[in-house]
């Protein structure tokens, strides 16, 4: 298995594609880092006059931790997007090459194959998300300098010290990785169906643009079910910046998204399993 696992991972990072997303948030990082360096008085200005009188404070509060509290909020929604460029790829891929009869015809079953497949296909959605982590707060600490965090949202100010908003960000990276399974295995059970990476890749951008939209739009006849679509708890991360954090939210959610990876990823095996495949 662990031999199927690698071989896995070495078709997977060894296609340019791979990068792409890599290559993006490699891009995109500094080039915000270096705005908010370049703004960072008036950011400040800013975020000083929404805190009023009420606040003494000292020091920068447009740090690396705010900066890439900013960018998570601002860039989670595109990473699925990035996602599907590999997990669409990597069963179909071997229907494109041709390559999927001769592959199978190994002594190995198929349910270790696609085991093998889908584990890759995680760890390149793991590995993408850890390297936004890694980037933001290693690049936005270093340039920007490391301090408290202050973030506003609807129900008022939250306040946390560096080393509690670090162990905050820990936590929303690990729901971070759970929701992108979600992702992954959805584009997973496209790429079983067909043998062209285009469709998987279309399909769930298309089913993640109307899911989104749904979710969104705040409309009375929509919220029946609302509620269960996937994206729905796509904001798991932000119940870590939250004080206390709601354990009830967050679980419904981990619940609804686990539901879903489980039914996307069962799905998958029992098609592949009553594949024909040809090529």
């Known amino acids: 298995m662990w031999n199927l696992y690698l071989n896995e991972l070495i078709k997977a990072f060894s296609k340019w594609r791979t990068y ?15 705005g908010f360096s370049a703004g960072g008085s008036a950011i400040q200005r800013d975020m000083l006059n929404r805190l009023g009188d009420e606040f003494i404070t000292t020091g920068n509060l447009a740090n690396g931790m705010w900066a890439s509290h900013i960018l998570m909020n601002a860039l989670f929604i595109h990473i699925p997007f990035l996602i599907t460029l590999v997990a669409g790829d990597v069963v179909a891929g071997e229907g494109t090459a041709g390559t999927f ?9 198929r349910n270790r194959v696609l085991t093998s497949k889908l584990l890759a296909a995680a760890t390149y959605s793991t590995t993408l998300v850890a390297w936004l982590g890694i980037l933001s707060l290693g690049l936005g600490n270093w340039w920007l300098g490391i301090g408290d965090i202050f973030l506003f949202d609807q129900e008022g100010i939250l306040v946390l010290p560096w080393d509690i908003a ?12 759970y929701t992108m399974f979600t992702v992954t295995a959805l584009t997973f059970l496209f790429s079983v169906m067909v043998t062209n990476a285009i469709g998987p890749i279309v399909g769930t951008m298309a089913i993640l643009i109307i899911s989104l939209v ?50 996307f990823s069962g799905l998958a095996f029992v098609l592949f399993r009553r594949k024909d495949v040809l090529t």
């Open 101 to 109: 009869r001769i592959y199978l015809t190994r002594p190995v079953s």
């Open 20 to 34: 792409i997303g890599f290559g993006a948030i490699t891009v995109v990082v500094p080039l915000v880092m270096w």
């Open 214 to 263: 749904l979710t969104i739009i705040d409309i009375d006849a929509f919220q029946w079910f609302q509620k269960h679509l996937f994206t729905s708890h796509f904001d798991l991360w932000t119940y870590a910046f939250r004080d206390p954090i709601p354990w009830g939210k967050a679980r419904v959610s981990l619940i609804n998204l686990g539901v879903y990876s489980a039914v």
């Open 166 to 177: 670090l162990a905050r960000f820990g936590l929303a990276y690990l729901f971070a990785f």
